[in-house]
């Protein structure tokens, strides 16, 4: 089969396609495709340096977290240690105020024993002075005879 002026032809319009794709078709063609490429690989950059973040931050939450939970307890545990010695505070008050107020009682009682003494002493007084008008069947005059009247209180 010799080649005919057809196939020449063609071949020649084949020749005339592919110079005119590789003129004006391919260049917009390969640009789109590289720009897409160029796209897609700085996704997956950005994803990997996204990826490696939230790495970093969920690291640096669990860091944060940890010394969280150790302030939360170290907070707590001088809450108690406050507690414990507010209350060890009040019980010694309350053990010194009640002391207090005891010493305070018996004092009161001491003092109201003491006035009581003195006031039986001055009716033993005078009783013993009434008894001793009416053996003697006279009366002593208290003013006169007071240095007798208070060695008698004292006695007593």
Known sequence: ?????????????????????????WPPIIGAIE??????????????????????????ADLKLKEAKAQAAEIIEQAKK???QIVDEETQRGHSEREKIIAQ???????ERNRT???LRKQVAALAIS????????????AAQSDIVAKLVAEL
């Open 35 to 60: 720009e897409r490429q160029k796209k897609i690989a700085d996704g997956l950059a950005a994803s990997e340096e996204g990826e490696k973040a939230l790495e970093l931050a969920q690291a640096d």
């Open 105 to 111: 009682g018996y004092s009161e009682v001491e003092a």
């Open 1 to 25: 089969m010799l080649p005919n002026a057809t196939l020449i032809g063609e071949l020649i319009a084949f020749i005339v396609f592919v110079v005119f794709c590789m003129k004006y078709v």
């Open 117 to 119: 003494k003195e006031e």
């Open 82 to 84: 406050r507690g414990t």
């Open 131 to 142: 008894g001793a008008e009416k053996i003697l069947d006279r009366e002593i005059d208290a």
